[in-house]
């Protein structure tokens, strides 16, 4: 079951696709994470150069 070997081919295309998944989505999360960490330190500098 755990390797999709029961329903043949198209259940491990389905697994493969679910595993691919499962490793992409805490990637491109930290990625985003770190681009709006940068968002938010660029808006606080460009905030502060203005009150200057």
Do not use: D
Request: charged fraction near 15%; charge should be positive; aromatic fraction near 6%.
């Amino acid at each position: 079951m755990h390797t999709g070997a029961i329903f043949g081919m198209p259940s491990k295309i389905i697994a493969l696709i679910v595993c691919v998944l499962g490793v992409t989505f805490p990637i491109t999360g930290v990625i985003l994470w770190l681009n709006r960490l940068q968002k938010e330190k660029k808006k606080k500098q460009k905030h502060l150069a203005a009150a200057s």
